[in-house]
């Protein structure tokens, strides 16, 4: 079975790791995500299997297409919320939702770090989550300012 790194939501982070967050949330930081690192990211490590994302936890979701049905595969930062995996549909705060996020809404089976899971869509208790999340990655609560939208909040679980 394969394993991922557990993130504790919970867990204090240096300066080091914090000014990380802030500058992969610059211009800069978003082009090379976006452009470079996050299209990289599902082919390069472990088989595709866990992202490269620095000190930042991230690892391969595999979805099917919503419309296609094909299957799609995209790095993802992530966290632990008890035995759930928690991701966030934030597209660096951009004002539509993730391509991955449909994929998620109209099947929920999916396969995170090689591993099946399914998504739920948290409705409920998000206050909480995204507290955790921006302990995580604090780039979140920017996103959220300039989105313009209500950002998702997903939770897989395993099958």
């Not at 991922?4 to 978003?30: E, F, M, N, W």
Request: with cysteine; charged share 20%.
């Amino acid at each position: 079975m394969n394993s991922i790194r557990y993130v504790d939501p919970y867990a204090q982070h240096g300066r080091l790791y914090r000014a990380y967050c802030s500058l992969s949330a610059t211009k800069a930081g978003l082009w090379l995500s976006e452009k470079l690192a996050w299209k990289l990211d599902p082919w390069l490590l472990s088989h595709g299997l866990k992202g490269f994302s620095g000190p930042l936890a991230s690892a391969v979701l595999e979805t099917r297409g919503a419309r296609t049905g094909q299957p799609r595969r995209t790095a993802v930062l992530y966290f632990h919320d008890g035995e759930a995996i928690t991701i966030v549909a934030s597209k660096a705060g951009a004002s539509t939702h993730p391509g991955w996020y449909f994929n998620l809404a109209k099947n929920p089976a999916a396969r995170f770090a090689g591993q099946p899971y399914t998504a739920h869509i948290i409705t409920e208790d998000k206050e909480r989550l995204w507290q955790l999340a921006d302990n995580v990655f604090p780039p979140f609560a920017q996103y959220r300012a300039r989105a313009g939208r209500e950002i998702p909040i997903i939770q897989l679980l395993p099958q």
